[in-house]
């Protein structure tokens, strides 16, 4: 990490000037998120998987106020009144409209009121001497919560019905060297370092650093893109039990799973997806997006190939053969820059896949962050030596069999929210995510070139 972007290593005024920063880029995003439609759309339950994006705005203000103004801050509380209606383990998502809300003009007047709240503990509390406050942990914390509800309400405009509301902007074209990219690369096996120990932001999964030894392995150089899907899709691929596991096969004839989501086929036989309310032609050359787990595992059959393990795919990120050490980012340690990767909605769709050499990983491997979230085989887990903090409810509740890995972040992940170690999770039903994948195999030694 540069030194002046490492909250370790900035000074206190200059650490505050960074968060205030900070607070106020991510306030932008989730206002134009919400500021983008009405008030009926705001309360508006657009799907039973996603909440009203009025109850989100409310939910990032409590959390900004649990944490920040009344337990970093030692605070009086702003509304206490309204803690449990915005306790996310309290409500499932389905039953949060019929919840009495803050309504839109009390959501927006409940979280400019903590933000000054915020501003204020910011400007005078010690960044240093506890765990929750040195290098500002607490506040990188909160951001990273704000923005990991940015790109769900994102996810909700995705399943909203009716005209497109959000500014949109071409994908950047794919370098000249694409078409000439190999299927895949070869990442030899030893030791790594996986996790991190250092990362002054990191989440509780993302810890401890500990050393992992991964086989020779073979990783798509690129993302599965929709033409590679389309493939599968054509071939009979989702009425073929031979390709699914039992819950997979299970999954696809109670959901009824033919593509995926968001995709229609035209009469002539030609497929449309809708994206952000625009009905578009599937462009071929993107990664696929909106497959599940197990849509994601019958593909990598289908090909002759499996998933990888998270393991695998954080070797293939982060891991330099040169140095035997492993880098905050597939291109190095820097902070993601634009030419890096396709991060925080700067663009409403995956990049070509090819794109972004400049962010391509030691491997060769190239769009392992941003894009589209990659599904990998493994269940999520805390690693070994975990500990929960500062608290079990953002990691260690959901350990277990029932949850599958994703990794590598999306179009609509802010760089805050988004490292070589950072790990996301959801059942392995789910696709209204931005969620897409590559596939790897096993391979020798010999292979490497």
Known sequence: MRPETNPEEMPSERLRAHVA??????????????????????????????????????????????????????REPVRCDIDELYDAFRHPRKDRPSLPLLDPTEARSYVREVRDKVLDVLDRVPLRGRPLVDAAFAFGMILQHEQQHDETMLATHQLRAGPPVLSDAPP????????????????????????????PWALDNERPAHVVDVPTFAIDTLP????DYLAFVESGGYDDPR?????????????????????ERDTDGSWWRTRFGRVEPVPPDEPVLH????????????????????????????????????????????????????????????????????????CGARQLVGDVWEWTSTDFHGYPGFVAFPYREYSEVFFGDRYKVLRGGSFGTDPLACRGTFRNWDLPIRRQIFCGFRCARDARRDELG
């Not at 599965?224 to 033409?227: C, E, G, Q, R």
């Not at 699914?244 to 995709?263: I, K, Y």
């Open 21 to 74: 920063a900070e607070l106020a880029r991510t306030r932008a995003r989730s206002a134009t998120l919400t500021d983008s439609v009405d008030d009926a759309d705001l309360v508006r339950q657009h799907s039973p998987l996603m909440s009203p994006l009025v109850w989100d705005l409310a939910h990032v203000g409590n959390q900004e106020e649990l944490w920040l103004v009344r337990d970093v801050g030692g």
């Open 291 to 362: 497959v599940c787990y197990f849509e994601a595992e019958a593909y990598a059959r289908w090909a002759g190939r499996r998933l990888p393990t998270e393991a695998e795919w954080e070797k293939a990120a982060r891991f330099d053969p040169a140095t035997n050490r492993s880098l905050r980012y597939p291109w190095g340690d820097e902070d993601p820059r634009p030419e890096h990767a396709n991060l925080g909605q700067r663009h409403l769709r995956p990049a070509p896949a090819g794109s972004f050499p400049s962010g391509a990983a030691p």
């Open 172 to 199: 950047p074209p794919a370098p000249a060297d694409a078409a000439r990219l190999p299927r895949e690369v070869v990442v030899p096996g030893g030791p790594f370092t996986m996790g991190t120990s250092t990362e």
């Open 243 to 263: 390709w699914w596991s039992a819950r997979g096969w299970d999954h696809r004839n109670r959901a009824g799973l033919t593509a995926p989501q968001f995709w």
């Open 224 to 227: 599965v893109t929709n033409a």
